[in-house]
């Protein structure tokens, strides 16, 4: 992506364990409000696992008619209603005139639990709830939590490349499933009495629409929300390999997302650590290499200890977090956020508030043909 093809942040739309909104997260986080419960999923050692989820209300009073597919299950009819109500949001903000695009994250494969199909996920989207997302421009990526900030350069091309104004970004995933739990459990990462190093399973749901008009964006105080080029890179020691774990894919997706970067100190971190013990050091690693770019007593977040681990849907979550925690400082300033994948893949996105002034406006990419693989 292009230092000079900012990207622009025109609405949000979140459905999470803490509230119904990006609003309504944002202030149960501040509050303090911690979404764990006691499931009623039983573990290996017969003590339940800690979880955190979506009202069932939500759910069962959900109007729409919703096909699962051939592989039908609980998980699948979840992540559908939610990536429903929360990209519903979006197009209720800002409104838009014909179909955009979309780029849609999903969780990575894990053994024995099929992944939802995209088509399903499109089919309910389009056909069912009727949201204006041209079919013919989607884009999915399949890495899990870091994917939805890994998808931003598929966004920038729609934007610049084949000159379209908006496009939706974002995604649903749930670990309420009994074999996705049941993998977790195995490995001893599911967070239940007994377990020292596990995480509170969750679901969620986030879509964002960007644009590359600043005078689209959403105006806050005169101000708007750009995201600059994500950093991505590799971790060779990840979770899944036999390699030594040095943290140097997060160092590497900091110091990508942060080489452009002119102005002051960072204020805040947003973050995927979920309470796995695995996570801290690659944060160490990065921030002691970075230091110099944040502000002394830079704030930490890492929602997921109150919300859960939102998956797939996390990278979305964090970016409309930090993009709402910016709207309440006063003047430009800017967030940090990033999201490490259980495989190899680590990404780090730079939020900033800037001034909304005719001179913002990037110079646009000629147009010519292109095509996204």
């Known amino acids: 992506m292009s230092h000079t093809q900012k990207l622009y942040l025109a609405a949000t739309g979140m459905l999470s364990p803490l509230g119904s909104s990006t609003e309504m997260t944002a202030a149960s986080l501040r509050a303090g409000i911690s979404a764990y419960r006691v499931s009623d999923y039983e573990n290996l050692q ?8 979506i009202p069932e209300e939500i759910f069962t009073g959900f109007e729409l008619e919703i096909d699962q597919g051939s592989e039908c299950c609980e998980r699948y009819d979840r992540i559908i209603k939610m990536a429903i109500l929360a990209a519903s949001q979006v197009f209720q903000r800002h409104p838009v005139s014909e179909p955009v695009p979309l780029v849609l994250s999903f969780a990575e494969s894990l053994p024995h639990t099929p992944n939802i199909s995209p088509e399903v996920m499109l089919d309910n989207l389009i056909n069912q709830a009727k949201l204006p997302i041209d079919r013919r421009q989607v884009r999915t990526v399949h890495t899990g939590r870091a994917a939805v900030l890994q998808s931003l350069d598929l966004a920038q091309r729609f934007l610049y490349d084949l000159q379209q104004d908006y496009v939706l970004v974002g995604a649903s995933d749930s670990y309420w499933d009994y074999s996705t739990l049941a993998y977790l459990d195995e490995a001893e990462r599911a967070l239940a009495p007994g377990v020292q190093n596990g995480f509170a399973p969750g679901e969620g749901a986030c879509f ?10 959403h105006v806050q105080d005169g101000h708007i929300i750009a995201l600059n080029p994500a950093g991505v890179a590799q971790e060779p020691g990840h979770l899944n390999s036999e390699h030594v774990y040095r943290g140097e894919g997060l160092h590497q997706a900091f110091l990508q997302a942060l080489q452009a970067y002119e102005g002051g100190g960072i204020h805040s971190i947003y973050s995927s650590m979920n309470g796995e013990h695995y996570w801290a050091k690659e944060y160490g690693v990065a ?3 970075n230091e110099s770019c944040f502000c002394q007593g830079v704030q930490h977040h890492h929602p997921a200890d109150s919300y859960g681990d939102l998956g797939a849907a996390t990278g979305a979550a964090l970016i409309a977090l930090a993009a709402e925690d910016l709207g309440k400082i006063k003047g430009p300033a800017a967030h940090l956020v990033y999201a490490s994948s259980d495989n190899a893949w680590r990404a780090a996105l730079l939020l900033e508030k800037i001034p909304q002034h005719p001179t913002v406006n990037p110079k646009a990419s000629p147009a010519r043909e292109a095509k996204i693989p």
């Open 46 to 53: 017969d003590g339940f696992i800690t979880m955190t989820g």
């Open 287 to 289: 921030m002691t290499r």
């Open 208 to 217: 964002f629409l960007l644009t590359r008009h600043p005078e689209k964006a």
